[in-house]
């Protein structure tokens, strides 16, 4: 079945630094992929997609870019701010047809705190 | 993309007792699905919610429990059952259209907090 495999955290950066967040993904065919961000005391929110293989999805300063490959779909931001600490999740879904379409499957979360 | 409401935002229930979620989007969707975000956790597929049929429940999901109705491309409603403090989580709905590119949402969530 499908599978999502985030790095563990929390992740604890200053303001300015280069932040990664390993995510890698067991499915089969061709999925899409997705990062959702959650803010404290929020809803889950869209944060970048790509839904296919070598697409780079981007938002807000971070990237990821789908590769196939290595079966992942790493978040990238080249300066952090405080405004950016949350949990993040990388998803997957089923690329089409099937009972499945449409389900996520998410990973396990990485909380991000940045300090100032 | 649609947009979906969801409430309430929150509830604080006492056990026993049982909660209805409602979930409206702003246009008509193919497909409306039911997570839950235990403190701390990921979030898991319930079940998605099937317009004129049944809802499609996840292992380790009941009807009994959780049951879903989908009455229109709209709308959704899941309801938490005889409560206890196990089921305090967010409850999220979110949707999708057909189409590959479409981009899943979520509802803000209810935040339910069993005592």
């Known amino acids: 079945g499908n599978s999502v495999t985030q790095m563990e955290g929390p992740v604890t950066l200053s303001e300015e630094a280069f932040l990664t967040i390993n995510c890698t993904y067991t499915?089969?065919?061709?999925?899409?992929l997705f990062w959702y961000v959650q803010y404290p005391g929020e809803g889950l929110q869209l944060l970048l997609k790509?839904?296919?293989?070598?697409d780079k999805g981007s938002n807000k300063g971070f990237e990821a870019t789908y590769r196939k490959e290595t079966t992942s779909f790493h978040l990238e931001k080249g300066s952090v701010q405080v405004s950016d600490s949350a949990v993040y999740f990388c998803?997957?879904?089923?690329?089409?047809?099937?009972?499945?379409?449409?389900?996520?499957?998410f990973g396990q979360g990485t909380i991000l705190t940045v300090h100032p | 993309s649609a947009v979906i409401s969801q409430k309430p935002s929150r509830d604080i229930c006492q056990r026993g007792t049982s909660l209805t979620i409602q979930c409206q989007v702003d246009?008509?969707?193919?497909?409306m699905f039911w997570y839950r975000q235990q403190p701390g956790q990921s979030l898991t597929l319930i079940a998605t919610?099937?317009?004129?049929?049944?809802?499609?429940?996840e292992s380790g999901f009941v009807i009994d429990k959780f049951p879903i109705s989908r009455p229109n491309l709209t709308f959704s409603t899941l309801t938490v059952s005889n409560m206890s403090p196990e089921d305090s989580s967010i409850y999220l709905c979110?949707?999708?259209?057909?189409?590959?590119?479409?981009?899943?949402?979520f509802g803000n969530g209810t935040r339910l907090t069993v005592t």
């Open positions: 919610a099937n317009q004129g049929s049944e809802a499609t429940y």
């Open positions: 790509a839904t296919k293989a070598d």
């Open positions: 998803a997957l879904r089923r690329s089409a047809g099937g009972t499945s379409y449409g389900k996520l499957t």
């Open positions: 246009s008509q969707v193919t497909m």
């Open positions: 499915a089969t065919g061709y999925p899409s």
């Open positions: 979110n949707h999708h259209r057909s189409g590959i590119n479409s981009p899943l949402h």
